[in-house]
């Protein structure tokens, strides 16, 4: 079975300020997926960044880039700038091994930039 | 890239009608899609596991006469919500795997909202 944590259920951060949302995870899969999602108010689900247990580098994908400490299992997603519109809950999921695609997601952490 | 579409975006129905529910993969084909349902300020709970020209694999607890889902194409898979009620009022998104950037890669749908009254 396969475990999300995201202890954080809600974070106030500063505009243009670097914020980072935590997520540790519990599995017996000897590989697995990591993702992050960004849910805006409007209810979609919006793919932001994915990272593979063998993946010797630390996914990024522009202002996102995902902290991989693999002997914590935490996938931790940093913002850098950090802007208005990066207001949003925020999910960690993972998937388990080749034929296990199932996503199973974390609590989530509603982010709200301060202008 | 891996445009996922659902229709309609709203449903308003009164209770024991049946209310179908389209999720379209647009630029891609999906041989797997999956059916979720969020309450307010939860996550995502997954219902179901759509595969295209095979039964749909329903999770525990979740009444598969009572959501039926159809996966007729690559890029098509239907979920109906039979005799719906009051309790049945949620938001549900679907979702469907791409190739990109792996394999395992979700994309979902804008969501839909039912109301049953």
């Known amino acids: 079975a396969q475990k999300i944590t995201q202890t954080q259920p809600g974070m106030f951060v500063q505009e243009k300020e670097a914020v980072t949302l935590d997520c540790t995870y519990d599995?017996?899969?000897?590989?697995?997926?990591l993702f992050w999602y960004k849910q805006p108010s409007s209810g979609e689900m919006i793919f932001l960044i994915y990272?593979?247990?063998?993946?010797?580098q630390n996914a990024t994908e522009g202002r996102y880039s995902l902290n991989f400490q693999k002997a914590r299992k935490s996938a931790n997603l940093v913002i850098s700038a950090s802007q208005l519109g990066d207001s949003a809950m925020y999910f960690c999921?993972?998937?388990?091994?080749?034929?296990?695609?199932?996503?199973?997601f974390g609590t989530g952490t509603r982010l709200t930039i301060i202008p | 890239g891996a445009v996922v579409s659902q229709h309609p975006s709203w449903v308003i129905c009164k209770s024991g009608t049946s209310v179908k529910i389209e999720c379209r993969s647009l630029?891609?084909?999906?041989?797997?899609m999956f059916w979720y349902r969020q309450f307010p300020k939860q996550s995502l709970m997954l219902m179901a596991t759509?595969?295209?020209?095979?039964?749909?694999?329903?999770e525990q607890g979740v009444e598969k006469d009572k959501f039926l889902i159809n996966h007729a194409s690559l890029t098509l898979s239907t979920l109906t919500v039979t005799s719906a009620h009051p309790e049945d009022s949620s938001f549900y998104i679907c979702?469907?795997?791409?190739?990109?950037?792996?394999?395992?890669?979700?994309?979902f749908g804008p969501g839909t909202r039912l109301l049953v009254l």
């Open positions: 999921a993972m998937t388990g091994a080749p034929g296990n695609e199932k996503l199973t």
């Open positions: 630029d891609f084909q999906a041989t797997t």
């Open positions: 599995t017996s899969d000897p590989s697995y997926g």
């Open positions: 979702s469907a795997r791409s190739g990109r950037p792996t394999q395992e890669t979700q994309y």
């Open positions: 759509s595969n295209e020209g095979s039964k749909a694999t329903y």
């Open positions: 990272q593979g247990s063998y993946d010797q």
